[in-house]
């Protein structure tokens, strides 16, 4: 049983900062890549940034310059670094894990952290 575990949000200025954090726990193998989604009321989910086991990562335009995104394999926890925060970056982020197996495809999924930012 694979479980994600995120936590550090909250409710934060405008221009503040917030860590984020996600553990991935039980048997979980061959990670491809983990991620931080949003999904801000009425809008659908987003990708906000994403790491691969190699360590490249990849934002989303609107975060380029203020999130950083970074991992540790050997924990199989991945954070998310937010400065500089908008209003606009308010919503619940997702924490996802993905990778391939001789089973094929899997994604793991957190539960989701509320991220608040008031202007």
């Known amino acids: 049983q694979v479980q994600l575990v995120e936590s550090g949000g909250g409710l934060v200025q405008a221009g503040g900062s917030l860590r984020l954090s996600c553990a991935a726990s039980?048997?979980?193998?061959?990670?491809?890549?983990m991620g931080w989604y949003r999904q801000a009321p009425g809008k659908q989910r987003e990708l906000v940034a994403v790491?691969?086991?190699?360590?490249?990562?990849n934002y989303r335009d609107s975060v380029k310059g203020r999130f950083t995104i970074s991992s540790d394999n050997a924990k199989n926890t991945v954070y998310l670094e937010m400065t500089s925060l908008k209003p606009e970056d308010t919503g619940v982020y997702y924490c996802?894990?993905?990778?391939?197996?001789?089973?094929?495809?899997?994604?793991?999924w957190g539960q989701g952290t509320q991220v608040t930012v008031s202007s």
């Open positions: 996802n894990v993905w990778g391939v197996t001789y089973r094929g495809r899997y994604d793991y």
């Open positions: 790491i691969t086991s190699g360590g490249s990562t």
């Open positions: 039980g048997s979980i193998v061959n990670i491809n890549a």
